[in-house]
């Protein structure tokens, strides 16, 4: 997602970490699934879990730690909770870095747009 000097270059194209989309999230889509939080956020705060960790896969690390909790001291038996965990994370940093790049191409082609007429 480059090196960082872009963003200070072309402040006015590149969305910051924390800002909030700002084009209709359908634009470009037929159909897209909304994402949904399965953990609540009482099975969160119960489970003690960082807020860090409280994102769209909580629920599977609930699952993992649950796991861990039952089968220790033999906890290489939850190898395919861990797994699913992993795999939602990374899905999740893949989808979330598609949305930067979406959003990036987006401000540049409103900028683009803005400057022909």
Known sequence: MGNGVTHYLKPDVFPGPDVVPSFDPMLGFQS??????????????SA???????????????????????????VYQCAHQKHDYLTCEYEDY?????EFERERRLLERQKRLNKAG
């Open 32 to 45: 897209r699934k909304e994402r949904v939080m399965i953990a609540t956020p009482e099975e969160m705060e």
């Open 48 to 74: 003690k879990l960082p807020l860090e960790d409280r994102d769209y896969c909580a629920h599977k690390l609930l699952t993992y730690q649950a796991c861990r909790s039952d089968k220790f001291p033999f």
């Open 94 to 98: 893949v989808l979330r870095m598609k």
